[in-house]
Structures are given as C-alpha cells and as structure tokens.
C-alpha cells in the first residue's frame, strides 16, 4: 500500500554513505554489511545517525545498480575506507509512504510517477528510500519505506 504523493521541500542533508553497484537481488546481502560498517564507525566517531538509514538509488538498472547506502548524520563526518560523507541536496522532493514488503515497492514508485505527470515536474533521476522500521523485528506486510523521488 502506498500513499498519495506529496511535494516538500528538503534542506541540505548531510550523508555517510557507501557508494556501490549490485543487482538487485543482491540487495539483502549487500545493504546489511554496509550498514553495519557505517553504525561501527559512527560508534568509533562517538556519534549517532540523525535519522534512518536509506538508500539512493542513481539509475533503475535492476541488473547493476548504482546506489549510495548510508545515513544522514547532524553535521559532515570524515570519511574513512569506502565510507564517503556526501549530503542529500537540497531542493524539491515528490514523496509519498509505503507500507509492506520491500518487493512490492514498485507500487510506490509508479503512484509517484504518476503523481509527478499530473503535477507537471520532472524527476532528476535519483530516488531515495529511507527505511523507517527494522525488518528484523517488523512483520514485512508493516514495513514502512518513504520513497522520495528528487524534482528538477
């Protein structure tokens, strides 16, 4: 289930992010390590997330993505390995919420681009999708994901 979509306005973000390429199917085997390595340094850093975790996506090649895992942080961090500080850029974002699993979040992404015909912006090309609840201890039909679609 997805919600209506929305415009806001975003601030600046600050970012610690890993920057890297998978299929998508290797997603689970890819996000969970990075996260970990980035909650590991944040801890070594005496310092936590300013907010949950998310992934950028910068192109829909579902056999090669070019994604960005990370977490906002409340100000720029020194990078350290494969560990980058970067921002989510300010300006307009279309966004709407859904909830349930992962692989059916297509819907989301369809009302969205719905959505943004109909309000007459157009998409940058980089999506974001910030995990709001843990699916270690949430039932996958409870997962709630906001996607944010970035607007020229």
Do not use: W
Request: proline share 9%.
């Amino acid at each position: 289930m997805s919600s209506k979509g929305q415009v806001v306005e975003q601030a600046a973000q600050p970012i610690l992010a890993i920057r890297t390429r998978a299929a998508v199917g290797d997603l689970p085997n890819v996000l969970g390590p990075a996260y970990q390595s980035l909650v590991e340094y944040l801890t070594e850093m005496g310092t936590y997330p300013a907010g949950p975790p998310f992934v950028a996506y910068y192109n829909m090649d579902m056999a090669d993505l070019d994604i960005a895992i990370g977490f906002p942080v409340a100000k720029e961090l020194p990078g350290k390995d494969n560990m980058k500080p970067g921002e989510i850029p300010a300006g307009k974002y279309a966004t709407c919420m859904h909830i349930g699993p992962y692989n059916k979040i297509e819907n989301a992404y369809n009302s969205l681009t719905e959505f943004i015909k109909e309000q007459d912006f157009t998409p940058s090309g980089v999506a974001y999708e910030f995990y709001l609840n843990d699916p270690r201890t949430i039932p996958e039909e409870e997962l709630q994901t906001k996607v944010m679609l970035a607007l020229v």
